[in-house]
């Protein structure tokens, strides 16, 4: 099992930044893929982006272009940078694993909050 770790999260102002980070242990070397999802309060969980093993990202539309996903083998750690984020980032962000064998791991999650 890989388990996850979210930091990060908090109160910004609309046009600013935040950097969420996510620390992988256990059975890393079954990981696929690297996910950052998020959940609004009364809204469905939707995927933010993901980065694979070997490097590729995907982001959703509604994020591209001013978020960036990325990581740090040596630390085990993958990192969500947010730019210019607006009152509608406002979520819970969920650090997500995609192991090899289908199974999903979840971490615990972190606020963030958008004032306008």
């Known amino acids: 099992q890989v388990q996850l770790v979210e930091s990060g999260g908090g109160l910004v102002q609309a046009g600013g930044s935040l950097r969420l980070s996510c620390v992988a242990s256990g059975s890393i070397f079954s990981i696929n893929s690297m996910d950052w999802f998020r959940q609004a309060p009364g809204k469905q969980r939707e995927l933010v982006a993901c980065?694979?093993?070997?490097?590729?990202?995907t982001y959703a539309g509604s994020v591209k272009g001013r978020f960036t996903i990325s990581r740090e083998n040596a630390k085990n750690t993958v990192y969500l940078q947010m730019n210019s984020l607006k009152p509608e980032d406002t979520a819970v962000y969920y650090c997500?694993?995609?192991?090899?064998?289908?199974?999903?791991?979840w971490g615990q999650g972190t606020q963030v909050t958008v004032s306008s």
């Open positions: 997500s694993a995609l192991e090899t064998r289908g199974f999903r791991s």
């Open positions: 980065i694979t093993s070997g490097g590729l990202t």
